[in-house]
């Protein structure tokens, strides 16, 4: 068993019972090809959440900073996380994030970028939508409806993929496309 899955079944069996999480649309998320999984954020607690929930194995960007931790450093690449520069257009992470593409893996991405504050969603940046139009994947949207509290249930819905076919034909822009996909995980929060 690879660290990922050993963490994920571990992660699993402390915050599934503790957040009470019920998962819907797992069957959204193709089986195999490259997938970009967009979710709102909500708390630090989202990425293990969308890890152990998603039927996929799952690669994420990490703020550079916990890379620097000499354990966390360590840890963090063998459980799929890569680092990226925050506030600025990183290349490597960029590049990355493509090539986990083109292998066919699953990018987890979160477009606001940073937690909401509120728990409200925010405006999403360019980025999920620079990964959605130089590649394949397919755009899976996922909404975390909270709160994050003991014993109170936790919600994680995986949408229908995003419709990349109009988008594409349209040459939208990566900041348009990043639109669509924020719009498609709003709908998911409200209709649930």
């Known amino acids: ?3 990922y899955k050993f963490a994920r079944f571990v992660v699993g069996l402390i915050l599934k019972p503790l957040y009470r999480i019920k998962v819907s649309g797992k069957e959204n998320v193709p089986k195999e090809g490259p997938v970009i999984i967009c979710s709102n ?6 990425p293990p959440v969308v890890g152990i929930t998603c039927p996929r194995d799952i690669y994420f960007m990490a703020k550079e900073e916990l890379f620097k931790n000499k354990i966390l450093g360590g840890l963090l690449p063998k459980i799929h996380a890569f680092p990226i520069k925050r506030g600025m257009k990183d290349r490597n992470a960029l590049r990355r994030g493509l090539e986990i593409l083109k292998e066919g893996e ?19 940046l360019a980025g999920a939508g620079f990964f959605a139009v130089r590649s394949d994947a397919i755009i899976v949207p996922c909404a975390i409806i909270g709160p994050y509290q003991k ?6 819905i995986y949408g229908p993929p995003v419709n990349m076919k109009e988008l594409r034909e349209n040459k ?11 719009a498609d995980i709003k709908k998911l929060i409200e209709n649930n």
């Open 1 to 3: 068993m690879s660290l």
């Open 172 to 182: 939208a822009s990566a900041k348009e496309v990043t639109d669509a996909i924020m």
């Open 151 to 156: 014993m109170k249930p936790l919600k994680v």
């Open 41 to 46: 954020h909500i708390s630090n607690f989202d």
């Open 106 to 124: 699953t990018l987890g991405l979160f477009p606001e970028g940073t937690r909401s504050k509120t728990g409200e969603i925010g405006q999403g």
